[in-house]
């Protein structure tokens, strides 16, 4: 019997072929996995009425560990986001993506070393809208306008950004917890006070609250405003070390940090709560390079390896990061994202010959 069981979920997009390099990756790397493969996505729509069965959401449960590939949603209208979903019921609070640099890959800076903990539930993620034109929405205008909170346009669209102390002071404490654990020097905690008062001022509240609970850890605490953030982020990234995040925020955040240190196809991540934990790369299902193999399949490899130390199983995932930074380094087979953001005229490589020499690297 395996030592460890696994839910995979392959999603859809490129999820089928960066899920079936990172299963390869980890058999060489000597991981010692079962996996249960449970299906999410829009293709499941015609046989089970439902992008997100009740089966799957059971097999993670049962594991308690389970790691995915991108799913599709369908802008504008249509379902709700599967990833969004599976965050809510399993109550994976933390949505955490360290951001590092990898010599190679063609990112902006050398140094980068940052750790995004993002707030997973809540804010405008938390999927309470009122469509325009709709009754509830007529409610909540004239709600507004008898109350004096303010006028809002009878045909508009209402998306409600709830934030609260719970989730706040869960997701700051994770942040700080984090920071103690992994040695870290800084906690930043990035918001727009200024502006929503009620929301995300509670969140600033509730962060330097939480920070005078870890005063005496020595790490630092201070805050932004998301704006001036994102351009001090661009200019200097070596002046950040854990950022804490609400939701939406976070989300942003993680792509321009991705896009920091070569691109989408290199950035991990994890869904986090107390009982289960979801591993996924922090790209979409990239429809445009869908079942090409031309996908990146080292964000999912490295979503493994932070998979890999929850489970316990530290040398293997230290080996498969070595190996991906041999890759990089060599730069004989990196594919095409890589070899644009690098800006070299070098033939890129399939996902299949990245994941091949990957795996040669691995005895290196
Ligand atoms: P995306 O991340 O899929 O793609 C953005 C760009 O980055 C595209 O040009 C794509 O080709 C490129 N890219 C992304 N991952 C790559 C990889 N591994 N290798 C090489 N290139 C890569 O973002 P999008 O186009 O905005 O979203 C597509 C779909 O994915 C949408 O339906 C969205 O809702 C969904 N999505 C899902 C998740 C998830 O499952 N966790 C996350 C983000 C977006």
Partial sequence: MAQHTVTLIPGDGIGTETTEAMKQVLAAAGADIE?????????????????????????????????KGPI?????????????????????????????????????????????????????YAGVEFEEGSAEAARLIDMCAESGAGAIRPDSGISIKPISVTASQNIVRYAFDYAV????????????????????????????????????TGIEFEDRIVDAFCMNLVIDPSQFDVIVFPNLYGDIASDLCAGLVGGLGIAPGANIGEDYAVFEAVHGSAPDI??????????????????????????????????VRTVYSEGAHLTADIRKATGSKLPACSCTEFTEALIEALDA
């Fill in 35 to 67: 996996w249960e493969v449970a299906e999410a996505g829009a293709h499941l729509m015609e046989s089970c009425g439902t992008p997100l069965p009740e089966s799957t959401v059971d097999a993670v449960k049962r594991n308690k560990v389970a790691i």
């Fill in 72 to 124: 599709t949603t369908p802008v504008g209208t249509g379902f709700r986001s599967v990833n969004v979903a599976l965050r809510k019921t399993l109550d994976l609070y933390v949505c955490l993506r360290p951001v590092f640099s990898i010599p190679g890959a063609g990112g902006r800076y050398s140094d980068v070393d940052l750790v995004i903990v993002r707030e997973n539930s809540e804010d405008l």
């Fill in 181 to 216: 654990k992994h040695g870290r020097k800084k906690v930043t905690a990035v918001h727009k006070a200024n502006i929503m008062k009620h929301s995300d001022g509670l969140f600033l509240r509730v962060a330097r609250e939480v920070a005078q609970e870890y005063a005496n």
């Fill in 290 to 323: 869908a079942g090409k193999n031309l996908a990146n399949p080292t964000a999912e490899i490295l979503s493994a390896a932070m998979m890999l130390d929850h489970l316990g199983e530290l040398e293997c995932a230290a080996r498969v990061r070595r190996a």
